[in-house]
């Protein structure tokens, strides 16, 4: 179509014929002028959207193409007749994509529209699909590569390369045989060999070896190749190389551990045993049947026959124990139990077994070992029999003692004190009948009677600090109530007593236990706190009677008594501990100090 054929938007009548062509054509055709307003359209155009009209609006072509500006600014760049320019456009409202061949004429622009859905998606989905093929190839943990079979370099490696092996892509694709160069010295020449046969006959092989990474290391890795063929020879290699180096550790490390097992189930004194909970079955060591006595026998490869060796007292236990720790998932099992030997005999074991997890966190097996602990155990139980005998034979001497104290008290209460108390009465009496006028002889007689006085004080004292009669009489906590007043004479320090007992119903060596604790706690204090406050409860709670005395002194560092000869306190430990109750010391230099006695006792 010549360009002086149009104009002003006319079309002239030798265009008429040029009209009709164009009308056939299946591409749409549209005609407009440089002020962008509508010419001539053909059939074919009017079909890509029932939108648009012939209204001859200079921004009709805004319209129909959705452009923010009158004019697309590709049509712009061309004005002079003659001169193209093609670009590819979404239509909005109809969804479709069209390619649009503009070619400026006398007067305007003479458009072709091409319907290019169908291939613009299909390129699209292309692009996504290879969008989504290369993010795939390169986050797979390990090396995807293809090459030619004939070739001597890569064709395409993922970069996971990078990260494996430490070698830059570009030598991977560019460097002449990198792989072979970089394959482990001791293994080139048989994975080269194995590779060239296994391409030849399958399509498909895997294989593991090694390569030298570029640190220096040497990486186990498993190639997995597949082959495609042409012709039925091999034509291109696509494989996929994964690092396995900690599996191979693993392995190595399991047969290490499997060496280091047996040596020890060989080298040990102690009984091994090997449980799998899923079949029953046992394994034992040497030293199970050379300790024990038994043959070596099937029969006693089941953790049945280990049930049956239990002693009858313990069996329950035992088992019910070792059962419920793998529902419990428990990481460790112990248990001390008598087990029978061949000839009938017991022995005391000490038995410790490891649960083993699979990947599911499900028990599968149990590794222990059984140690004899019969002579510890008979040691440890004489040991104990002289303990109590020692422990009978030291409160049968506080009893001794006690009874000693309160005879003495008694005696010297009632004997010495009513002598004395007989000669201060005649020594009163003297005075009155002395008719001498010397006042020497009146003040001599006067100071016997203060001195007699003065005696039958001591006497009181000495017979209350060996055995107050109050704690015969009124109870412990009377006893006790009276000695911190006396303390306080004595001392200057404050006291302060809280007490909510049953006092005549405590047994008598309590009473004497826990008032023998106060008298020492409070000799201590005396000596070494350097206190002004003492406060003492003694309260029943939970079936036991506790006492705390707590001072407000210049404390001490309680782990030095360890090291120390405080027979005051291994004293006050033993009376707590022959009534059955634990004795403890709590204190820290310039905190004070509490001591805390707890006896267990009924109360009925």
């Known amino acids: 179509m010549a360009d002086r054929e149009w104009s002003a938007g006319i079309m002239q009548p030798d265009a008429v014929f040029i009209s009709d062509i164009l009308q056939q054509l299946p591409e749409a ?16 155009a009017q079909k890509l959207t029932s939108a648009f009209t012939t209204d001859n609006s200079v921004f009709f072509l805004n319209s129909y193409l959705g452009q923010p500006e009158p004019l697309p600014a590709q049509l712009g760049k061309i004005t002079t007749p003659g001169t193209t320019c093609t670009w590819e ?9 069209l390619k649009i061949i503009a070619r400026a004429v006398e ?49 395409c490696v993922s970069r996971h390369a990078e990260k494996m092996l430490g070698y830059p892509l570009s030598s991977w694709l560019e460097e002449s045989h990198f792989w072979e160069d970089h394959i482990h010295p001791d293994d080139r020449e048989w994975v080269i060999n194995y590779c060239h046969s296994r391409s030849q006959v399958t399509n498909y092989y895997e294989f593991t070896y090694r390569m030298i990474a570029a640190d220096g290391r040497s990486v186990w890795l498993r190639d997995i190749v597949s082959v ?3 012709d039925g020879r091999p034509a291109v290699l696509k494989g996929l190389m994964i690092d396995i180096s900690k599996e191979k550790r693993i392995i190595e490390e399991l047969v290490k551990a499997g060496e280091l097992y047996g040596l020890v189930m060989k080298a040990t004194n102690d009984v091994i045993w090997d449980w799998e909970l899923a079949t029953g079955q046992l394994t034992w060591n040497d030293n199970f049947f050379s300790m024990l006595g038994y043959e070596r026998n099937i029969t006693h490869q089941h953790i049945s026959f280990w049930e049956s060796c239990i002693h009858p007292q313990d069996r329950e236990r035992v088992t019910t124990g070792i059962r ?16 029978i030997k061949s000839d009938g005999s017991y022995v005391t074991i000490f038995d410790r077994g490891y649960i083993i997890f699979d990947e599911h966190n499900e028990p599968i097996r149990m590794i222990g070992s059984m140690v004899n602990i019969t002579e510890q155990r008979e040691a440890q139980q004489e040991l104990e029999h ?11 001497l506080h009893q001794v003692r006690e009874e000693e104290r309160k005879s003495i008290a008694r005696e010297i209460h009632d004997e010495l004190g009513q002598q004395v108390t007989v000669m201060k009465m005649e020594i009163t009496w003297l005075i009155s009948e002395i008719k001498s006028e010397s006042p020497l002889v009146r003040q001599k007689m006067e100071g016997l009677l203060d001195v007699l006085k003065e005696t039958v004080g001591s006497i009181r004292r000495i017979a209350s600090e060996l055995r107050p009669s109050l704690l015969d009489d009124l109870g412990l906590s009377a006893a006790m ?12 320090v404050q006291t302060h007593f809280d007490s909510n007992i049953p006092d005549t119903e405590l047994p008598d060596g309590i009473r004497i236990a826990l008032f023998r604790i106060l008298q020492e706690s409070l000799t201590n204090v005396a000596r070494h706190a350097q206190a002004s406050h003492v406060v003492v409860t003694i309260v029943y ?9 707590t001072d407000d002194g210049n404390g001490m560092d309680t782990s030095r008594l360890k090291h120390s000869k405080t027979y005051g306190i291994l004293g006050m430990k033993e009376r707590a501990g022959m009534m059955g109750g634990n004795y403890s010391i709590e204190s820290a230099p310039g905190k004070g100090t509490t001591i805390s006695v707890e006896i267990p006792w009924e109360y009925k």
């Open 29 to 44: 055709v549209i005609l407009v002028g440089f002020d962008g307003s509508f010419k001539w359209m053909n059939a074919e």
């Open 89 to 97: 456009h979404f239509l909005q409202p109809s969804a479709i994509w």
């Open 324 to 339: 419920q720790a793998v529902i419990n998932r428990d990481k460790i099992w112990t248990a001390e139990y008598r087990f």
């Open 541 to 549: 709670h939970d079936g036991a009677i506790a006492m705390n005395i």
């Open 228 to 230: 495609e063929r042409t």
């Open 107 to 155: 007067d305007g622009w003479l458009l072709v529209l091409q319907d290019i859905t169908e291939d613009k998606e299909a390129r699209l989905e292309s692009s996504r699909l290879q969008d989504n093929y290369r993010i795939l190839v390169n986050s797979i943990d390990g090396i995807v590569w293809e090459m030619e079979a004939d070739a001597d370099r890569f064709r």
């Open 386 to 396: 002289s303990y109590r005998t020692i422990r009978e034979l030291s409160d049968h």
């Open 481 to 492: 109530e009276w000695h911190l007043k006396e303390f306080e004479k004595r001392s200057g």
